[in-house]
């Protein structure tokens, strides 16, 4: 992956994005977001898999040094680890719906490294990590909203 010694790692996350059949729009302007994050050394990307899930329920997996044409990406493409077993696929695409294509993005969280080096080396231990999903938290804002409006209309 790198020439990073694994005490120095930082947290490793993963994100699916999902793009329903007929609502694929590659613009380009996910992979600029993503080389920024690159550059800035927000994050550094570990792996990216591209999943297409046919009709039939089966799942065609793409590797991203397997894409001839990467433009501005070829930059990452060189540190890919390619860390997704077949397994880790099958679970992915079970989410997926039929005739869907998914971007997998694994990355280490490189602004938190120095942080999780000092927790390891205090003789801490990660226990437990999540996401909360962007649409809960609108939901979760929205209903606050309605009830804030409800109660000062009483």
Known sequence: MTNTPLD???????????????????????????????DAGTIRVIDVLILDKNEDGSVDATEFSDIEQLGEMQVIET???????????????ASMDP?????????????????????????????????????AIVASIEADELVGATTEGD
């Open 8 to 38: 120095e790692l930082g947290p490793i996350d993963y994100v699916v994005v999902e793009f329903p059949a007929g609502a694929k729009n590659f613009t380009g302007e996910m992979a600029d977001e993503l080389l920024k994050l690159v």
């Open 79 to 93: 540190e890919l680890a390619e860390l997704l077993a077949a397994e880790d696929v099958d679970h992915l695409a």
């Open 99 to 135: 005739g869907s294509t998914a971007g997998v993005l694994i990355f280490e969280n490189l602004w938190a490294a120095p942080f999780a080096s000092a927790a390891r080396r205090s003789g801490g231990q990660l226990i437990a990590n999540g996401r909360i999903p962007i649409q």
